[in-house]
């Protein structure tokens, strides 16, 4: 049974950054590797997601901020968030699913993952 597990969500100021980590409990080098998030109230959205290959699949709303990566040797999944905006908080999880990214539909859809952390709280204050 693969875990997640996500850190590095805190409370920051509009315009700061922060760098979420997700640790695999298992090699996980072909493995589709996504960040989710779910605000109060909305459902979970796909932020980025990224494979062996190295293709990334980004929102349109965090094109440009966040970077997606991802340490093979380390089984560890990364979303580096810069230029943080009041609507990028939520509650942030990491997901995978066996196999290579189905292009923009890795971030479309819930449906293709097996495996979930737990999340993490990022607050972004105006």
């Known amino acids: 049974q693969v875990q997640l597990a996500e850190s590095g969500g805190d409370s920051v100021q509009a315009g700061g950054s922060l760098n979420l980590s997700c640790v695999a409990s298992?090699?996980?080098?072909?493995?589709?590797m996504a960040w989710f998030r779910q605000a109060p109230g909305k459902e979970r959205e796909g932020v980025a997601a990224?494979?062996?290959?190295?293709?990334?699949n980004y929102a349109d709303s965090v094109k440009g901020r966040f970077t997606i990566s991802k340490d093979n040797a380390k089984n560890i999944l990364y979303l580096q968030m810069n230029s943080l905006k009041p609507e990028d908080t939520a509650i942030y999880y990491c997901?995978?699913?066996?196999?290579?990214?189905?292009?923009?539909?890795?971030?479309?859809?819930?449906?293709?993952?097996?495996?979930w952390g737990q999340g993490t709280q990022v607050t972004v204050s105006s």
């Open positions: 298992q090699y996980n080098y072909y493995y589709c």
């Open positions: 990224v494979d062996r290959t190295g293709i990334t």
């Open positions: 997901a995978e699913h066996w196999g290579d990214c189905n292009g923009d539909y890795s971030i479309r859809s819930t449906r293709e993952y097996n495996y």
